[in-house]
């Protein structure tokens, strides 16, 4: 079981909850006739979700299969995945599913050779791309993968990090490849909203989609990998632009959110930069108040006066963080630290 588990974390193959595949099939795709593309398609959910959103906006099956494309490393979990579509088809034919690497198949199938970096250019597009990227760390990210991850990112424009994940390629390089009014919704770990790797992702995010939506829970999604996960909805086209930061407190809330109860959610406006977007928690007063008062004269920002940084991570803070009476109950005092567990401890201090 050990040795599955860190297969299965070394592949990042943790599969997308049925609450979730419904739901980004359910916004991603708009019509009978749109295309889908899963570029990571494990075992199947989102893509079965997807074919059953077409079937249920008037497609045919014959039709269905046509307009969905997969990629899947793994060959049993690609014919797994293609035999599960098969059964929501009524058994017509299978459809687009490649096996092999994403970004190997995207270099040589979607798009132009490329020529000069920031020329990335597709040959197909699609008019929804779902998934589930797979959660790989860059030295785990075998080389001859991650060598055309990022020849494509560079080609794209952008400046791959050492500290990347593999979801950041998948989501770069996926969003090229939408068409022009086309919707993309993908499981993206939370940290897309503040770690640096991810800074030059935002400003991209943020230029090239009109319209994000971010959907965020409580309790994670994935409790065997201790990885909190947003939803991301970014949209091409449209004439209105902002992002909508929308908070559930588990699956549950999700399974009973109609995704066009996402347009009433406050719209903000975007910061076209690499700030964090841990911002897009407030409200649109509020984040337009701390934008004023950094270039309000006399405001001198934390970061001036104080290092700020990640803080000590013990992987168990029930057993290494004690409170004061624990600490003289069992005489711990001399070999004490204080800490700073939560910002809540800091009020009155600054």
Same mark, same amino acid.
């Given at each position: 079981?050990?040795?599955?588990?860190? +297969? /299965?974390? #070394? %592949?990042?193959?943790?599969?997308?909850?049925?609450?979730?595949?419904?739901?980004?099939?359910?916004?991603?795709?708009?019509?009978?006739d749109s295309t889908v593309l899963e570029p990571s398609l494990g075992d199947g959910n989102i893509l079965v979700a997807a074919a059953e959103a077409l079937r249920d906006l008037g497609a045919?099956?014959?039709?269905?299969?046509?307009?969905?494309?997969?990629?899947?490393?793994d060959?049993?979990?690609? +014919? /797994?995945? #293609? %035999?599960?579509?098969?059964?929501?088809?009524d058994g017509c034919s299978p459809c687009h599913v490649h096996v092999g690497d994403f970004f190997g198949y995207a270099e040589k199938t979607l798009f132009e050779t490329p020529v000069l970096k920031g020329t990335l250019?597709?040959?197909?597009?699609?008019?929804?791309?779902?998934?589930?990227?797979?959660?790989?760390?860059?030295?785990?990210?075998p080389e001859e993968l991650r060598s055309i991850a990022v020849h494509l990112m560079e080609y794209a424009g952008f400046k791959p990090s050492r500290l990347m994940n593999t979801w950041l390629p998948f989501l770069l390089i996926s969003s090229h490849l939408l068409s022009e009014n086309g919707r993309?919704?993908?499981?993206?770990?939370?940290?897309?909203?503040q770690v640096n790797y991810a800074a030059e992702a935002r400003q991209f995010l943020s230029d090239f989609f009109p319209r994000l939506g971010i959907i965020t829970f409580?309790?994670?999604?994935?409790?065997?990998?201790?990885?909190?996960?947003?939803?991301?909805?970014a949209e091409k086209g449209g004439e209105t632009s902002g992002i909508r930061v929308v908070e559930m407190a588990n699956l549950d809330d999700l399974a009973t959110f109609n995704p066009d109860d996402l347009?009433?959610?406050?719209?903000?406006?975007?910061?076209?930069?690499?700030?964090?977007?841990?911002?897009?928690?407030?409200?649109?007063?509020?984040?337009?108040?701390?934008?004023?008062?950094?270039?309000?004269?006399?405001?001198?920002?934390?970061?001036?006066?104080?290092?700020?940084d990640v803080g000590i991570v013990t992987g168990q803070n029930k057993f290494f963080i004690v409170t004061k009476q624990q600490a003289r109950e069992n005489d711990l005092e001399p070999y004490l630290e204080r800490i700073v567990s939560r910002s809540a401890h800091l009020g009155g201090a600054v």
């Open positions: 079981m050990k040795n599955a588990q860190n +297969e /299965k974390k #070394l %592949r990042g193959g943790y599969y997308t909850p049925q609450p979730i595949a419904d739901f980004l099939a359910r916004w991603a795709v708009r019509s009978a045919a099956p014959p039709d269905v299969a046509d307009h969905l494309f997969g990629v899947e490393l060959p049993d979990e690609a +014919e /797994k995945a #293609l %035999r599960r579509i098969e059964a929501v088809l250019t597709p040959t197909t597009t699609f008019d929804a791309i779902v998934g589930n990227p797979p959660f790989i760390r860059y030295q785990n990210f993309l919704g993908m499981v993206i770990p939370a940290e897309l909203f409580e309790k994670l999604v994935f409790p065997d990998i201790q990885q909190e996960v947003v939803l991301l909805l347009y009433a959610a406050e719209l903000k406006a975007m910061d076209h930069s690499t700030e964090k977007w841990t911002q897009y928690f407030l409200s649109q007063s509020e984040i337009s108040l701390l934008r004023e008062m950094r270039s309000r004269e006399g405001v001198t920002m934390s970061g001036e006066i104080l290092d700020v």
